[in-house]
Every structure is written in structure tokens, then in C-alpha cells.
């Protein structure tokens, strides 16, 4: 959850729209519609930027095959149509290559497609390259061709927070396929109060028919797309809860065992004049012989066994010595607390009653 998405995240709203049909079928209608609910969200007080996207980080991708004279074969990429002033307001730096996309680049279109950082490195400097992307959207036009050029390289964002790497991305202007459902994103002021409400009673004034599929915060949004990794530890997280507690309760009732079994040696020592110390002492001794035992072969079974966790983890390898370390001297503790019951209990026996019972 602390990873860099690769844009801000503070005061970024998400706002998804359904846009019927009739009246918005054409693309010319579906192109005014956005661009009215951009500036009308603009016009908010405290809202400093606007734009429209197909999908948001978190909230889903369109994978197109793209094709370049650098590449041998067709490569899967994630393809973004966004409006013009998208890679500002969700505050994608814009590396030293090339530039955004602009107006002039909308109406009509020049052709003109932003990269992400990792798909510029593997072409290899691509500005002024010439790159052909599927719009890969459902319809009669189901594959058409988008035909442009590369002007500019910006940052590497997440698809979601449980990626390690940032995907192959194309930046194209969302004129070029607008969607009966995109996304509305707004960037508001920090001195702006309740702005979700003021965003979503703009989008009404453009359309009282347009309805509003939801609006969260972009933090939000990310949060929700580690849910099944979320589950996943918490669910891990139970069972080792409970793996715990039975391991403490297996320790507790073999030293209480062994202590009962060796009733008559403890109860001579206190007879000859032993401290309850002295009892606690051999008693803990044995027990950390068992917890030694233990811990070195848990050790060895996790180290063989981890890999097979490798796909669940993330920012740690499956080896990483903090972790073994850490969970060693967790499960060494639960074992001392587990011993110590017994070994206070043996320190307390009556030897007279030990002994006649014997």
C-alpha cells in the first residue's frame, strides 16, 4: 500500500459515468459530452483540473497488440484514451522527451501518441517513431487501426498496487474512441471543503439524465484493487494465527507432561533443599532443548518450502533473513511463554504429597 503509483494520489476524485444511448451514440456526441462535463467540473470551486479517461489505475485497462518497425513481433500493450489534459491532472511527470498531448493534437487528430518510460526504453527512443495500436473496443469497428506517431515519453504508473512493474503503455487521445462509460477525474484544492458533493452536482447541471455509476477518492480506488491480495493475508493471517496458538498449546502440554513424568526427581531436589529458581531453571533448559530442535528444523522445512509462497509476496524474496529471523524469535517466545506455566507449576509442588503418591 506505501508503493509510488507514479502520479499523486492527495485530492484526486474519480468519478464514473454511463452515458445512454440515445442521445450520446456517435462519437462526435460522446466527444461534446466529455468535454462539457470537463469544463463543468472545472468551473467548481476548487477544482484546478479535469480530464476524461477510459480507465483509471485500479479500476481496469484495455490490452491492445501494438506494432512497431523496432519490434518483431506484435507487443501487448495497455491502451489509455484520455483527454488532452489527463497527464496534468493526475500529475504524470512528463520525462525530458518530447511533450503532451494538446488541442492541436485533438481536433483534428495529428497522429499524435504519448509512451510510457518502459515501453520507450525497449523501442529504444521512439519520438517521431511511427506506431500502430488497435482501438480494441466492442462494435463493428473492432480492431480498426490507430496509426500515429510518438511526441513524448512520460512517467511509468501502476496498474494497480499489487504490480511490481508498470505495464507497456500508449496515451492516446480519447476523441480517437470515446466510451458510452468513461472516467471523470478532478484534482481539487486543499482548501476546498466536501468537493465530491460540488463534482457530482456539476455533472448533473450538464445532464440530469446522466447517470453516476460512482464517486470515490483515486486513494480509495487503489485500495480496493488489493482486495483479493487483502484476502488473501488476511485469510494466511487466521490460519497462522491459529497454527500459533495450537504450536503454544503443544509445547504447554508436552513440558506439563514431561514435568508430571518427572514429579519424583523435581519433588527429591526441593526435598534436599533446591530453590524454586533451580526447578524453573531445569525445566526451561529442557524446553529450550525442544524449542532449538524446533525452530532449526522449521527453518529448514520454510526455507524448502517458501518458494512455493513466491507468487504471494511482494517486496521480499522468499529467502529474506529479517522475515526468517523475525518469525523465528516470534514462534521462540510463544514457546518460552508456553514453557514457563509448567515450569512454575513444577516449582511449586509439595514433596511430601509427590512422594507418597509415588
Not at 454511463?18 to 462519437?27: G, N, R, T
Not at 483509471?56 to 489534459?85: E, K, N
Not at 518530447?98 to 493534437?105: C, F, Q, S, W
Not at 531445569?282 to 512455493?308: D, E, K, N, P, Y
Request: glycine content about 8%; overall charge neutral; charged content about 15%.
Amino acid at each position: 500500500q506505501r508503493v509510488d503509483p507514479g502520479f499523486n494520489l492527495d485530492r484526486l476524485l474519480v468519478l464514473r459515468t454511463q452515458a445512454p444511448s440515445p442521445p450520446y451514440s456517435s462519437d462526435e456526441q460522446l466527444t461534446e459530452l466529455h468535454r462539457r462535463l470537463e469544463q463543468a467540473v472545472e468551473a467548481v470551486p476548487g477544482v484546478i483540473g479535469a480530464a476524461t479517461v477510459n480507465h483509471v489505475p485500479g479500476g481496469g485497462m484495455v490490452i491492445s497488440p501494438l506494432a512497431s518497425a523496432r519490434l518483431d513481433t506484435a507487443l501487448s500493450v495497455t491502451l489509455r484514451m484520455a483527454s488532452p489534459d489527463y497527464i496534468e491532472t493526475m500529475d504524470i511527470p512528463i520525462l525530458l522527451e518530447g511533450r503532451g498531448l494538446t488541442e492541436e493534437d485533438v481536433s483534428p487528430w495529428n497522429g499524435a501518441l504519448l509512451v510510457n518510460k518502459r515501453l520507450a526504453d525497449l523501442l529504444g527512443r521512439p519520438l517521431g517513431e511511427r506506431v500502430a495500436v488497435y482501438r480494441q473496443r466492442p462494435g463493428p469497428d473492432f480492431g480498426e487501426v490507430l496509426d500515429g506517431i510518438v511526441v513524448g515519453v512520460v512517467g511509468d504508473v501502476l496498474g494497480s498496487l499489487a504490480q511490481s512493474v508498470a505495464p507497456y503503455t500508449v496515451y492516446a487521445p480519447d476523441t480517437q474512441n470515446p466510451w458510452q462509460s468513461a472516467t471523470l477525474v478532478a484534482r481539487t484544492d486543499a482548501a476546498v471543503e466536501n468537493p465530491a458533493s460540488l463534482v457530482r452536482a456539476a455533472v448533473q447541471d450538464v445532464d440530469p439524465n446522466l447517470p453516476v455509476a460512482g464517486l470515490w477518492t483515486m486513494r480509495s480506488q487503489l485500495h480496493r484493487s488489493l482486495a483479493q491480495q487483502r484476502f488473501a493475508v488476511q485469510l494466511m493471517g487466521a490460519f497462522a494465527g491459529a497454527a500459533l496458538f495450537l504450536a503454544a498449546l503443544g509445547i504447554y502440554g508436552v513440558l506439563a507432561y514431561l514435568v508430571r513424568q518427572r514429579a519424583r526427581e523435581i519433588s527429591l531436589r526441593i526435598a534436599l533443599g533446591a530453590r524454586q529458581t533451580d526447578v524453573v531453571r531445569l525445566v526451561m533448559q529442557g524446553a529450550m532443548i525442544i524449542l532449538g530442535v524446533g525452530a532449526l528444523s522449521g527453518l529448514v522445512a520454510a526455507v524448502a518450502l517458501t518458494r512455493v509462497m513466491s507468487s504471494l509476496l511482494f517486496g521480499v524474496s522468499a529467502t529474506d533473513p529479517t522475515t526468517f529471523f523475525a518469525v523465528t524469535c516470534v514462534l521462540i517466545l510463544a514457546g518460552i511463554v508456553a514453557s514457563y506455566l509448567p515450569a512454575k507449576r513444577a516449582a511449586t509442588l509439595d514433596p511430601m504429597q509427590v512422594l507418597r503418591e509415588e
